[in-house]
């Protein structure tokens, strides 16, 4: 999606609308800023609003996503090339969120690494030692929470037996055991427990 194409049209239908900024900010209930961040290709509207938005502009969903009028005879094919934009968009959503948590991940160990070589270095052995590793332990379990929650949020688990993408909860994925990226979970659909491969897309 061409988020500058879509500001222009929004204007564009905003002023054929005889509206202001503010105008339709009112009637949408936020902020003339956030009117003139869509129509400079800054931020897209909300999907919360957007129904009521292309009801204020008379348009379709399907205009404003394309960012210009369509015809009935082109509809169809802006469908499918709308459908394969935002399936691309949410793959590359996903595979940016997939990164960052593989860069904590890495971040995090090579930390715990370092920092236990640091104590084992410098530090005398007794209590304080002790304190100094189960403290270091418990900052590095935070961003490895943190990362599992944005590999669960992102993608699914495929099912080996039937194909079936499962969505496990938080807890689930926590409790499931794991080779790298791969989980042994129970499917919802087969109900047998497989070592079920992360996929990317939904």
């Not at 969903?61 to 009028?69: A, P, Q, R, T, W």
């Not at 379990?141 to 969505?167: M, Q, R, S, T």
């Amino acid at each position: 999606m061409n988020q500058i194409k879509i500001g222009r049209f929004i204007a564009e239908c905003r002023k054929k609308a005889n509206l202001t900024q503010m105008q339709l900010a009112e009637k949408l209930g936020i902020t003339d800023k956030a009117i003139s961040k869509w129509e400079r290709g800054l931020a897209m509207p909300d999907t919360s609003i957007m129904l009521e938005l292309c009801d204020i502009l008379c348009i379709s969903v399907n205009e404003l996503l394309s960012g210009e009028k369509i015809n009935m005879e082109n509809n169809n094919q802006k469908n499918e090339q709308l459908l394969l934009d935002m399936a691309k968009e949410l793959e590359k959503k996903n595979k940016t969120i997939w990164n960052a948590m593989w860069i904590i991940m890495t971040v995090s160990i090579l930390g715990l690494i370092g920092g236990l070589a640091i104590i084992a270095f410098f530090m005398p052995e007794g209590p304080w030692m002790l304190v100094a590793i189960l403290s270091l332990c418990v900052v590095f379990l935070i961003p490895c929470f943190y990362a599992l929650k944005l590999e669960v949020n992102v993608g699914a688990y495929k099912c080996k037996n039937c194909g079936y993408e499962i969505v496990p909860t938080y807890k689930q994925a926590l409790n499931a055991m794991h080779r790298g990226t791969t989980r042994y979970l129970k499917c919802p659909k087969c109900n047998k427990r497989t070592w079920c491969k992360k996929v990317l897309k939904k």
